[in-house]
């Protein structure tokens, strides 16, 4: 079965240092994999997505996230946060293995110090 | 604009009293779902429908139905709501393209059920 790991479900940083949210799968086949953020009182908004092509993805507000199928692993990063990044971020799966049905991690609080 | 859109926002309901939360959505998507959100669970899916008169239960789906009647519209119905069904509610869909496109959120709608 597939399921998604976030590792941390707080995680506190200071404006202007490296962000690192993590992610892990379990899957036999190479899944899709994305990474959502929510701000207070919103729905889910897409960061980024991999869809088997570029293993590094690029997303908005200067997110990144590389996929490592070695290691199972799609860590979100972004290497200065900024006070408008405290929100909750998701990563979730799809693909063959689940029956093309979503899967999502149970979430990261992230809070930026100023 | 694209968009997916919920209503209503807000609900405060008493126990046993049927309530209907509506989802449309205008960019003539296959596929729509209804998760539900709580603290430190993340997104668990109620029900989805691969498209009109097609839906099928997901992981939490007991206390719930669904209709798809028409392509846009996915209501989620409590027939007899319970204290347990306090939570937020997201609706969300996507092109049936192999789960390879991103999910599509509404912003949600956060039920008390007293």
């Known amino acids: 079965a597939q399921s998604v790991t976030q590792l941390g479900s707080h995680v506190s940083v200071s404006e202007g240092a490296l962000v690192l949210l993590r992610c892990n799968y379990s899957s036999s086949v190479p899944p899709y994999l994305f990474w959502y953020v929510q701000y207070p009182n919103q729905g889910l908004q897409l960061l980024l997505k991999?869809?088997?092509?570029?293993?590094l993805v690029k997303g908005i507000n200067g997110f990144e996230a590389e996929f490592k199928k070695s290691e199972t692993s799609f860590h979100l990063t972004k290497p200065s946060a900024h006070m408008s990044d405290a929100a909750e971020y998701f990563c979730?799966?799809?693909?063959?293995?689940?029956?093309?049905?979503?899967?999502f991690g149970t979430g990261t609080s992230l809070t930026v110090i100023p | 604009e694209a968009q997916v859109t919920q209503n209503p926002r807000y609900l405060i309901t008493v126990t046993g009293k049927k309530l209907t939360v509506t989802c449309s959505q205008n960019m003539n998507h296959e596929y729509m779902s209804w998760y539900r959100q709580d603290p430190g669970l993340g997104l668990r899916q109620i029900y989805y429908s691969m498209n009109v008169e097609v839906t099928d239960k997901g992981d939490v789906p007991e206390g719930y139905k669904v209709s798809r009647k028409e392509k846009r519209n996915f209501p989620l119905i409590l027939e007899s709501p319970s204290p347990n069904q306090t939570s937020l509610y997201f609706c969300a869909s996507t092109p049936l393209r192999g789960a390879r496109s991103p999910l599509h959120f509404g912003n949600g709608t956060r039920l008390t059920v007293t």
């Open positions: 979730a799966v799809s693909g063959t293995d689940t029956g093309n049905q979503f899967y």
């Open positions: 991999y869809t088997s092509a570029a293993t």
